[in-house]
């Protein structure tokens, strides 16, 4: 994996809302933008204004980390695991060197 | 000052007037010609003197890629008030509406969205009793 790619999925990673967002499409594929922030609402108990959720859901997206799937004319979000694969690998990576 | 109408863009007011009436239940108010249109109003069985619901054309060129944003981003157009969502989710799933989110939790509120066959996302809420 490009070291620039790497980059991008540490960043969305970076915040505990894309986290979270990620989570839920895990569990919960084919969202739209709506069912997103409704989801955000309910489990965060603060809803997000949906520019902001938009935002982050773009730098999931840059990250390669989400699927779109269109559901008729409606949008939808899968959570994209395979890249993030690829970083545990570097996270393991450091920690076996620690360890020896 | 008082509101006293709502409006919702859709492309073909006949079919809106049947779906909006047999399916979902309302009841026309006011149907009056206008121009190539019609005035047409819709009240709630539960509301008959609340605020109508306009039905009305879609035909303005600004209207149709509006539309289309909201369903791509799965927004409802408007949003209508029931006591029982799910015994409401039921009743209209048997008579063939499509949802596109079935009932959910959202905070103080339970909602679900369907499609109206008239180029709109239409939400259903329920206010949550305190507990």
Same mark, same amino acid.
């Given at each position: 994996?490009?070291?620039?790619?790497?980059?991008?999925?540490?960043?969305?990673?970076?915040?505990?809302?894309?986290?979270?967002?990620?989570?839920?499409?895990?569990?919960?594929?084919?969202?739209?933008?709506?069912?997103?922030?409704?989801?955000?609402?309910?489990?965060?108990?603060?809803?997000?204004?949906?520019?902001?959720?938009?935002?982050?859901?773009?730098?999931?997206?840059?990250?390669?980390?989400?699927?779109?799937?269109?559901?008729?004319?409606?949008?939808?979000?899968?959570?994209?695991?395979?890249?993030?694969?690829?970083?545990?690998?570097?996270?393991?990576?450091?920690?076996?060197?620690?360890?020896? | 000052?008082?509101?006293?109408?709502?409006?919702?863009?859709?492309?073909?007011?006949?079919?809106?007037?049947?779906?909006?009436?047999?399916?979902?239940?309302?009841?026309?108010?006011?149907?009056?010609?206008?121009?190539?249109?019609?005035?047409?109003?819709?009240?709630?069985?539960?509301?008959?003197?609340?605020?109508?619901?306009?039905?009305?054309?879609?035909?303005?060129?600004?209207?149709?890629?509006?539309?289309?944003?909201?369903?791509?981003?799965?927004?409802?157009?408007?949003? $209508?008030?029931? &006591?029982?969502? *799910? %015994?409401?989710?039921? @009743?209209? !799933?048997?008579?063939?509406? #499509? $949802?596109?989110? &079935?009932?959910? *939790? %959202?905070?103080?509120? @339970?909602? !679900?969205?369907?499609?109206? #066959?008239?180029?709109?996302?239409?939400?259903?809420?329920?206010?949550?009793?305190? !507990?």
């Amino acid at each position: 994996m490009q070291d620039d790619q790497t980059d991008l999925i540490f960043k969305a990673l970076a915040h505990p809302e894309r986290r979270r967002i990620l989570t839920s499409l895990r569990q919960r594929p084919g969202q739209s933008l709506f069912e997103i922030c409704a989801a955000s609402m309910s489990e965060t108990g603060h809803g997000l204004s949906r520019q902001t959720i938009s935002q982050h859901l773009d730098a999931l997206e840059r990250a390669g980390l989400l699927e779109i799937l269109w559901k008729g004319r409606t949008k939808t979000h899968a959570a994209r695991l395979a890249p993030l694969q690829a970083v545990t690998a570097i996270t393991k990576k450091i920690c076996d060197e620690e360890g020896a | 000052m008082r509101i006293w109408i709502t409006s919702i863009f859709v492309d073909d007011q006949a079919k809106a007037l049947e779906f909006y009436t047999q399916k979902l239940g309302f009841v026309l108010k006011t149907d009056v010609p206008a121009g190539e249109a019609r005035w047409l109003t819709l009240v709630s069985k539960e509301q008959p003197a609340g605020t109508e619901l306009l039905l009305e054309p879609d035909g303005h060129p600004a209207v149709k890629p509006f539309k289309r944003g909201l369903v791509a981003d799965g927004i409802p157009a408007t949003s $209508f008030q029931v &006591d029982d969502l *799910d %015994a409401e989710y039921d @009743r209209l !799933a048997s008579c063939g509406v #499509t $949802f596109t989110i &079935d009932p959910m *939790d %959202a905070g103080p509120v @339970r909602i !679900a969205v369907f499609d109206d #066959t008239c180029g709109n996302l239409i939400q259903l809420i329920e206010m949550k009793k305190a !507990a």
